[in-house]
């Protein structure tokens, strides 16, 4: 099945907003095993949006057209879509009082210039927005079947997933369920995992799991796409399969599907009845903003503190004893996270400390990063050398602190070697 | 002149990564007052790639195509340029030589497959990568000039910003020399700033002044694109209009062209020999890590607190004599910025306190934010409530805070009134 995509408005032309409902929706086809092959985009003009539709309804069985639902003058999909289509453009009572209801309970009055996006082609299938007066439809222009949806994302995504993708699996012939697995981890490269997981496809039958990755550095996402005839076949293929990457990639798993590393470390934190200190330097607050806005968070993260001089944590954490004006050591290190316990009364203390190289950023500009976890009984440390530039070693630094904490809390060894590290 | 982008490649067909090589595309032009009229996006497919190249050769005046241009078999950019002018591909010895001499000053051997980067369409006129591999070139097809660009992010900016420009400005007989003015505001609305700045484009002579905005929350940038026939043309346009928009922006306007408002506290802390220490709550360290991470921080940022429970901030800061547990007041907020200077030896202590709604998140929830700014002889207050959800209260707070202290520094009013809170 041929696919194509049309994004409408001139926010999106102008690149006044960076278009991620693209890769949004680009992503979530990929990921039911359905490909986009064509990417139109055009601002909000009648006759570059005839000629997009045109072009689209000879070459494509389906298209997706997002945007220019909403009720003012520039927006245009009803009114273009139903001159391609040869049909009038009516109006539908239904929308039109779902849309009245919409704002009685929220007790305002609908304005008159809404009434338009209750405007549909004659020929239109109605798709549903529970969450927005944008009226998603479908109809046939030439070839292929448009779907048309609304540039909101949060109302698009709900429409894609509950509605358009579906129709487009029945469409395709497809198995009625698929369902996407994901798996989170830091510290292996998108080869080293590929090649790390050869075969493990072939545990389910006939092809039915795909094998995909998503690399946003530091993390990589590596995701299983199951086709079943139900979720419970589903679940059945999915099993063997799951069980094998979990034991390849053993411990650089950190999180799965919707969970993140902060979310796991906030949840493991608060499952054990612990508090948690931070001490940070070059990472400057990164690592205590990851945890410390989470729902829950206001029970667990007793202090954060980042200094750029470190001999500064001496007056910051009340150390005494020994100095952090010498070169960093593995002692030194786990002293501070000693101190940063008993200095807030912490359960546990995670210190990252890093000592970046001297002069201008460049692409092997690296930093040498120290990190320690203590409680009342122990202290783990871990010592890694991350090349990249400034901002590679602080987004390095930031997920292999919090992942090291994770490894600790998960009773894991916190001292891993990762591809990203030079040793 | 009307203008199509074409952008290759199946990361971003797949949604793989987000386009934004598009929107930034799109926003360069409409900078220098070009506008583009179209855009497609295909991946590295021989068919597609043809048919995109035709369509836009008959429609356009000017394409530029992003992407395909690397040494691998998938870089296909270069081989259907040809087949759509119909000429051939020959190698382009000055530009292998150029590769061979970018490896050798790299100490490594040129690998073999890089030889494809130097084969360009007969016709091709070269455009000058100064730091890639990959050769940029412009040739027609059918009735367009085509400019192919790399899809490096940065090596693209470079060669779109110095070279694909001025020969569209060129082609489009626009005047020699645009120039884009910014300025970056906080706490006005777009539609306020546009209010407040009617008619200044009248200042400068026939309309060569276009006004124009990007609001990303919670920063509003205001753009002057200027036309002139030399850049002492355009700063003689430029002068009165630039006095007029800082005069009606007055105090909001926190930063200008490439200056960040982090960047410019730290530039004024660090000329008036001053250092900082932070006290956060909900914040959770995102005002440190705006500041701490740039370079010369080192010399200014003492000291960064983040704590959850305020009642930690007594441990934390060594602080007697009030107590944190109940309600936030002025002079609680106040004391806390002295305890904050006090315990770090800081000469400025800038403290952002919130008292979050109870329940769950919604787009009414809202948080009371206490800032105060402390120095050995002063001490400065704001209170203010913003809505919009967890998210929007933490971005505000983090630009509320950062703000004050700018404002403070600058010896303007810390308490004005923004459009973004409830009073």
């Known amino acids: 099945m041929r696919i194509e995509i049309i994004c409408t408005g001139d926010e999106v032309l102008t690149g006044k907003i960076v278009n991620t409902n693209f890769s949004y929706m680009s992503q979530k086809l990929e990921d039911v095993g359905l490909s986009v092959h064509w990417g139109t985009t055009v601002g909000d003009d009648r006759e570059s949006l005839l000629d997009a539709f ?3 309804a ?8 997002n945007g220019g639902l909403g009720p003012t003058v520039d927006d245009l999909s009803q009114e273009v879509a139903a001159q391609a289509a040869g049909v009038d453009l009516v109006l539908n009572e239904e929308w039109l009082e779902k849309m009245e209801s919409f704002f009685t ?5 609908m304005p008159p210039n809404n009434r338009k996006q209750a405007m549909l082609p004659a020929t239109a299938e109605v798709i549903d927005n529970p969450i927005g007066t944008a009226c998603g439809f479908a109809l046939d222009i030439g070839r292929a079947r448009f779907f048309f949806t609304p540039g909101v994302p949060r109302e698009l995504r709900r429409m894609l997933e509950e509605q358009v993708v579906p129709r487009l699996l029945a469409r395709g012939g497809a198995p009625a369920t698929i369902h996407l697995k994901r798996f989170h981890s830091y510290g292996l490269g998108e080869s080293h995992v590929d090649a790390l997981l050869t075969g493990v496809g072939d545990l389910a039958p006939d092809g039915s799991i795909k094998l995909g990755f998503r690399a946003h550095y530091p993390q990589l996402e590596t995701k299983l796409t199951v086709r079943g005839t139900d979720m419970d076949d ?3 293929r999915l099993e063997p399969v799951q069980a094998e990457v979990r034991k390849r990639l053993g411990n650089f798993i950190m999180a799965e599907d919707d969970q993140t590393l902060e979310g796991v470390v906030l949840a493991e934190l608060t499952r054990q ?4 200190a931070l001490v940070e330097t070059f990472t400057s607050g990164q690592i205590a903003a990851r945890v410390g806005h989470l729902p829950g968070a206001e029970h667990v993260l007793r202090a954060g503190v980042t200094v750029r001089d470190r001999t500064a944590l001496h007056k910051a ?4 004893g020994f100095t952090l004006a010498d070169d960093l050591t593995q002692e030194t290190t786990e002293s501070v996270a000693h101190a940063a316990r008993a200095h807030t009364g912490a359960t546990h203390a995670l210190v990252v400390l890093i000592d970046l190289d001297e002069g201008a950023d460049r692409i092997d500009f690296g930093g040498t990063i120290w990190i320690a976890i203590a409680t009342a009984e122990e202290v783990a440390f871990r010592r890694s050398r ?4 400034r901002e590679w070693v602080r987004l390095g630094a930031v997920e292999l602190g919090l992942d090291c904490l994770r490894r600790y809390l998960q009773r894991l060894p916190v001292v891993e070697r990762i591809d990203f590290e030079k040793t």
């Open 54 to 56: 045109r072009h689209a």
């Open 58 to 65: 000879q070459r494509a069985d389906a298209v997706i057209v």
């Open 105 to 109: 309970k929220r007790s305002r009055i």
């Open 234 to 236: 589903v679940r059945r």
């Open 273 to 276: 009845g612990a508090t948690l």
């Open 317 to 320: 954490l009340d150390i005494q």
């Open 386 to 389: 991350i090349l990249g530039g």
